[in-house]
């Protein structure tokens, strides 16, 4: 995977967030725990603080809150996600919720190590039939998602381990990137 390819990346999720829009993720396994790694690292500070506007602290009374950015783990939607299993089959657990809460201009981003994972596979499919961006990270091959995404991120490993291996400090690199651009006056 080129730099070139996370820069796009950035992109795209900052370009969401700026006009309003926000960031799903969803993955299976130990990519499901990346998801949750990933939102949490946008939701609150990551490297830097992010101290709410002046007016909105006061109003808050000085509650020890930070400004956050709009990201979902679909991989936490627990009651969704059951009853989704139970009726529609595993393979819909993402999509439907793509369905119910992407709107054009959103960004899904849809990890599988294969790039093979049909439900990931359908959420993608979903999100691009909504108007949604979507982006894949995936191991080498990148799987059917290389040919379903707008934005393939493609590590060199094809071993699960290997990939999830890689897959942290790339997107530890997007969520460090995306936080500098999106609040660059304030200081870790």
């Known amino acids: 995977m080129a730099n070139q390819?996370?820069?796009?990346?950035?992109?795209m999720i900052t370009d969401a967030f700026r006009t309003g829009g926000?960031?799903?993720?969803?993955?299976?396994?130990g990519s499901a725990s990346d998801s949750a790694h990933i939102v949490g690292e946008l939701v609150k500070g990551f490297l830097k603080k992010r101290p709410l506007p002046a007016e909105w602290a006061e109003e808050l009374g000085g509650a020890p809150l930070q400004m956050g950015l709009p990201a979902m783990d679909l991989t936490a939607q627990g009651a969704a996600i059951s009853a989704i299993v139970n009726d529609l089959g595993g393979e819909c657990m993402y999509a439907q919720q793509v369905l119910a809460?992407?709107?054009?201009?959103?960004?899904?981003?849809?990890?599988?190590?294969?790039?093979?994972?049909e439900n990931v596979c359908r959420a993608v499919q979903c999100a691009k039939a909504l108007g949604l961006y979507t982006i894949a990270l995936t191991g080498q091959s990148g799987g059917r998602l290389s040919g379903m995404a707008d934005l393939l991120l493609n590590v060199d490993?094809?071993?699960t381990y290997?990939?999830?291996?890689?897959h942290l400090p790339l997107y530890h690199q997007l969520c460090i990137q995306i936080e500098a651009s999106m609040f660059p006056e304030n200081k870790g």
């Not at 926000?22 to 396994?29: D, F, I, Q, T």
């Open 5 to 11: 390819q996370l820069e796009k990346a950035i992109a």
């Open 22 to 29: 926000k960031l799903m993720v969803c993955g299976n396994g």
């Open 101 to 117: 809460y992407g709107v054009p201009g959103d960004v899904l981003l849809g990890i599988s190590t294969s790039g093979n994972a």
């Open 157 to 159: 490993a094809q071993e």
């Open 162 to 166: 290997r990939v999830q291996e890689k």
